[in-house]
């Protein structure tokens, strides 16, 4: 079956450098992106999402680019932090009952 | 800031013994979710509610599994007779509308014995 995946299961940075998490993902027809962190002990925290028909959106510190053409998605963390460090999954939506696909995971780890 | 509560946040339940996981949405979501991660897996579907009846469901969403929405405040899954492969963390989420963010609990640990 199609799913989500993650390139680099684990991304090491340094503090005050930028981040970049890669997600590749196969359904065509997913039309909605999301990003989430997890830090140990609690649930996915939403951090950015984008809509198939934008290719860049802008958060705080955060940016998500989307590539259909290459099923494509990066989550770029800005200044890295070392409150930053937790575990990164992407999430397709595609169903009419809104389920979300998510990968599995980057763990991004900040040195001081 | 408005969030998803879960409790307990931890269970432990003997083979074959039925449980109750309980979530409250956040308020004015009209969206609810249960997700389950299995150690060291990645976080996986379960079931989608809206209008008081499921709207999508995952083949892991077996008979053993159900969902209800008894008042306006909590959402919450049961497991008929549990298994050992039912140990995992269980996430609620719930969203305002379906093509939106879904925001999650801290989860509720199942564990089997």
């Known amino acids: 079956g199609e799913s989500v995946g993650l390139h680099l299961p684990t991304l090491s940075v340094q503090e005050g450098d930028n981040s970049i998490i890669n997600c590749a993902y196969s359904?065509?027809?997913?039309?909605?992106f999301i990003w989430y962190k997890q830090e140990s002990g609690k649930g996915p925290q939403f951090i950015i999402d984008?809509?198939?028909?934008?290719d860049k959106r802008q958060g705080q510190r955060v940016t998500v680019l989307l590539n259909k053409t290459v099923k494509h998605l990066s989550l770029q963390i800005a200044a890295t932090q070392p409150g930053d460090s937790a575990v990164y999954f992407c999430?397709?939506?595609?169903?009419?009952?809104?389920?979300?696909?998510f990968g599995g995971g980057t763990r991004l780890m900040v040195k001081p | 800031e408005p969030e998803v509560t879960q409790t307990p946040s931890h269970q432990v339940t003997q083979m074959g013994q039925e449980v109750i996981l309980r979530c409250v949405p956040i308020?004015?979501?009209?969206?609810f979710y249960w997700y389950r991660q299995i150690l060291g897996q990645k976080v996986e579907f379960l079931v989608s509610?809206?209008?008081?009846?499921?709207?999508?469901k995952s083949e892991i969403f077996d008979d053993q599994f159900s969902v209800e929405r008894p008042d306006g405040s909590n959402f919450t899954l049961k497991i008929r007779s549990t298994k050992l492969e039912d140990s995992a963390m269980y996430f609620c989420?719930?969203?305002?509308?379906?093509?939106?963010?879904?925001?999650f609990g801290d989860g509720t640990r199942l564990s089997i014995l």
């Open positions: 999430a397709e939506n595609l169903g009419a009952g809104n389920m979300l696909t």
């Open positions: 989420a719930s969203s305002y509308r379906g093509n939106q963010p879904q925001h």
């Open positions: 984008i809509r198939s028909n934008m």
């Open positions: 308020s004015n979501h009209l969206y």
């Open positions: 359904n065509s027809a997913s039309d909605y």
């Open positions: 509610f809206y209008n008081n009846e499921i709207s999508e």
